[in-house]
């Protein structure tokens, strides 16, 4: 995941947060809660995962 990813899922999470506390509907406010849970869970999990990085030698020994 990139960082660009992240932070559409954290955004996401605040955005869903938002429409569970304006739902005058209980059953939509947990609907809105439980997305905004798992986009925060995308997103936690994206910030933990390590990121790969290959170093090359600039010249090969022989």
């Not at 955005?15 to 798992?38: F, M, P």
């Amino acid at each position: 995941m990139s960082s660009n990813d992240t932070e559409y899922y954290r955004r996401r999470a605040i955005a869903e947060r938002a429409l569970a506390s304006k739902s005058e509907r209980a059953n939509v406010a947990a609907i809105h809660a439980e997305l905004a849970r798992q986009y925060q869970a995308l997103a936690d999990k994206a910030e933990l995962r390590p990121t790969l990085r290959i170093a090359f030698p600039s010249r090969l020994s022989a």
